[in-house]
T-cell receptor
Framework: AQSVTQLDSHVSVSEGTPVLLRCNYS??????LFWYVQHPNKGLQLLLK????ATLVKGINGFEAEFKKSETSFHLTKPSAHMSDAAEYFC??????????????WGLGTSLAVNP | DAGVIQSPRHEVTEMGQEVTLRCKPI?????LFWYRQTMMRGLELLIY????????DSGMPEDRFSAKMPNASFSTLKIQPSEPRDSAVYFC?????????????FGSGTRLTVV
C-alpha cells in the first residue's frame, strides 16, 4: 500500500530565508511523486514532478525537490522565500499506470507562511 | 488553452435543494477526476472517468451524489438533495491517460455552501 506523510502541517519562514517542506512516502515500487501548490481561494497547480528520471527535480518559481530512495523522502526546497510563496503545499504519490488504478495519494498539506 | 473550466465558482444553496457542478476538461484529455476538499478530510477523490466511462466511483460519499460525462468535453457532479455537510470546494481535474504519471491539471474549483 502507498502512503504519503507531510511532516509539518505549518511552516513559517522570513522573506529571503530558505524554505524546507518535508515529505516522506511509502511505496512498494518506484512511484511518481509530485508537489502541488494551492494559493488562497485558488485551484491546485503542479509545482514539480519526479518520474524516475533525474533525482533532483526543478519546478516553477524557484522550487526544487530531491528524490531520495534510501530515505523514502521527497522534500521541497527553495533557497529564498518570497511573500508570494505563502500557500498550501501538497505532496502527492502516484502509482504506476497499472490497470485502472488512477488514484493519486495526497498528503494532508503544509501551510507555508512567509513573514516580512 | 483555457485550462480546466469549472462553473459556477461559488454556489450557495439551501438544504434539500439540488446542486449541479459543471466541468469542461482540457481539449484532448481523456481522463477526468472529481475531487472534494474540506478542512477536516483534505482532498478526496470522488470519481474518475476514462474515455467518458466511470472507472471508479468508490469515493462518492453516498447515493445523493452522482456524476456523468456525456461527452469528452463536459462532466457534471450532482448532489440531490444537498445537505450542510456537503459544503466544500469541489475540484475537477483532467489528464491524458498516457501521461497520468505527469500529473493532472486542476480547475479553479466550485465553492459550495449548503445552508
Amino acid at each position: 500500500a502507498q502512503s504519503v506523510t507531510q511532516l509539518d502541517s505549518h511552516v513559517s519562514v522570513s522573506e529571503g530565508t530558505p524554505v524546507l517542506l518535508r515529505c516522506n512516502y511509502s511505496s512498494s515500487y518506484s512511484p511518481s511523486l509530485f508537489w502541488y501548490v494551492q494559493h488562497p481561494n485558488k485551484g491546485l497547480q503542479l509545482l514539480l514532478k519526479y518520474t524516475s528520471a533525474a533525482t533532483l527535480v526543478k519546478g516553477i518559481n524557484g522550487f526544487e525537490a530531491e528524490f531520495k530512495k534510501s530515505e523514502t523522502s521527497f522534500h521541497l526546497t527553495k533557497p529564498s522565500a518570497h511573500m508570494s510563496d505563502a500557500a498550501e503545499y501538497f505532496c502527492v504519490v502516484s502509482p504506476p499506470n497499472a490497470g485502472n488504478n488512477r488514484k493519486l495519494i495526497w498528503g494532508l498539506g503544509t501551510s507555508l507562511a512567509v513573514n516580512p | 488553452d483555457a485550462g480546466v473550466i469549472q462553473s459556477p465558482r461559488h454556489e450557495v444553496t439551501e438544504m434539500g435543494q439540488e446542486v449541479t457542478l459543471r466541468c469542461k476538461p482540457i481539449s484532448g484529455h481523456n481522463s477526468l477526476f472529481w475531487y472534494r476538499q474540506t478542512m477536516m478530510r483534505g482532498l478526496e477523490l470522488l470519481i474518475y472517468f476514462n474515455n467518458n466511462v466511470p472507472i471508479d466511483d468508490s469515493g462518492m460519499p453516498e447515493d445523493r451524489f452522482s456524476a456523468k460525462m456525456p461527452n469528452a468535453s463536459f462532466s457534471t457532479l450532482k448532489i440531490q438533495p444537498s445537505e450542510p455537510r456537503d459544503s466544500a470546494v469541489y475540484f475537477c481535474a483532467s489528464s491524458l491517460e498516457a501521461q497520468l504519471g505527469l500529473g493532472y491539471t486542476f480547475g479553479s474549483g466550485t465553492r459550495l455552501t449548503v445552508v
